[in-house]
Structure formats: structure tokens, C-alpha cells
């Protein structure tokens, strides 16, 4: 597919790329949000629950960059005749997203 020492690039709408930031910076609150809590000694499950919607917001953000890069970058590499290597590097993706 690609040289592996090759700097890969994605061109992203400038809504996405507001979108995405936007959730991530929701999801950076949250992490000082945590450490907040931790600092003021907040019942234990109440941080458990904000680490689990912390864990729920990232797999979102996630799974739409694996959604798009498989209707986009991997469609278009088997289109070029390149699918093995590029089925390949989704399913190490899929095994490093599932972990």
C-alpha cells in the first residue's frame, strides 16, 4: 500500500474537522473534569462513571474515523488493486480499535 516510514495524510471537510476537535475537546473537559474529582476526594463511582462516558465518547470519535476511513482510504486502495495490503491494515486497526 504504503511505504510504513511514509507520513500518511487524510483530507477531512472543514465541518469534520470541526466536528471531530469539538468532541475531543468535550472529551478533554471531561479528563480535567476527573481530575477535578479526584482532587475534591469524589465518591469513587461517581469518577467510574465519568471514565465510562469518557471511554464511550472516544470509541465514538473512533468508530466514525474507522467508518470513514474504510469508505474512503480503503475503498479507494482496492480500487487501485491494492486490496490485500489494504485489508490487512484495517484488520490490524480492527485489533488495535477492539482491544
Known amino acids: 500500500m504504503h511505504n510504513p516510514e511514509e507520513i500518511k495524510v ?3 471537510s472543514v465541518k469534520e474537522k470541526e466536528q471531530l476537535i469539538n468532541r475531543l475537546k468535550r472529551i ?3 479528563v480535567r473534569g476527573i481530575q477535578n474529582m479526584i482532587e475534591n476526594d469524589r465518591y469513587c463511582v461517581d469518577i467510574l462513571t465519568q471514565i465510562s ?7 465514538k470519535v473512533g468508530l ?7 469508505q474512503h ?3 479507494d486502495a482496492i480500487k487501485e488493486g491494492d486490496e490485500e495490503a489494504a485489508i490487512q491494515e484495517l484488520m490490524d486497526v480492527f485489533k488495535r480499535f477492539s482491544k
Open 64 to 70: 466514525h474515523l474507522l467508518e470513514k476511513h474504510t
Open 73 to 75: 482510504c480503503v475503498a
Open 53 to 59: 462516558a469518557i471511554n464511550a465518547a472516544m470509541n
Open 28 to 30: 478533554e473537559g471531561q
Open 10 to 12: 487524510t483530507h477531512r
